[in-house]
DNA sequence: CGGTATCCTATGTGATACTG
DNA sequence: CAGTATCACATAGGATACCG
């Protein structure tokens, strides 16, 4: 067997925890976009499915629900007539924009290179 | 009905296509891993197996189908006795790195803060 | 070594209908 | 308005076996 061993045998492990750790976060469907939906403010449940399109109710409540117990996000119900709940990034929820801002930024790159 | 408005209501809407765009890309199981195993250099299967421990080779080998058909990297076929494959990241690809990196960044936070 | 083929299961996702 | 319940489906992912 060949025994030369390429150089990059010692590349250093990469730290596929620390990816996961987030990547557990933002991924599910739609959970980058409601975290990026309330990066500028508070928004309640209607205005973030009208944020998201083709989100169902199902699917936002869980994702919501979802973040909520990861503690990126709070709930807070309005005893209102209507009645409304407003969701709100968490500071720690608010430590994944950075994140979410380079993918955007990458986006961009990407759109930018297949239109060019 | 309620026509006071919350002031959020004209928040710019996100850029749902752009955090897609890059979404599309790094989604799939495994896949950010991938490419972050391949930033400092090529690896070749076996490595990339190696590199993230619980991978089928069935995935590994869909998810490097996919990336190479997005152009985020490149396979190099190498007809040794034993033969070899390299995978290597394009420049586009490369241009994920700085996403992952800012992902890689927030999961020391997120994991910081859950010890402390 | 570097895959592919087949099968199977879990989960995520969505539509619809209904409730407080 | 803000959900939940139920069902039904597509697909991703994993195990195993096999091939060049």
């Not at 996961?20 to 973030?48: D, K, T, Y």
């Not at 973040?67 to 929820?93: D, I, M, N, W």
Request: proline letters at 9%.
């Amino acid at each position: 067997m060949s025994l030369k061993m390429r150089k990059n045998q010692s590349v250093a492990p990469p730290e596929p925890c620390m990816l996961s750790e987030c990547m557990a976060v933002i991924s599910g469907a739609w959970a980058p976009n409601v975290i990026w939906s309330l990066r500028a403010g508070p928004r309640r449940f209607s205005e973030l499915r009208a944020d998201i399109p083709p989100i169902s109710a199902k699917v936002l409540s869980t994702r919501l629900s979802e973040l909520e117990q990861k503690a990126v996000l709070t709930r807070h119900v309005r005893r209102t007539s209507p009645p409304s709940t407003e969701y709100r990034l968490t500071p720690l929820g608010a430590e994944l924009l950075p994140a979410l801002d380079a993918i955007v930024q990458v986006g961009h790159r990407l759109k930018a290179k297949r239109s060019g």
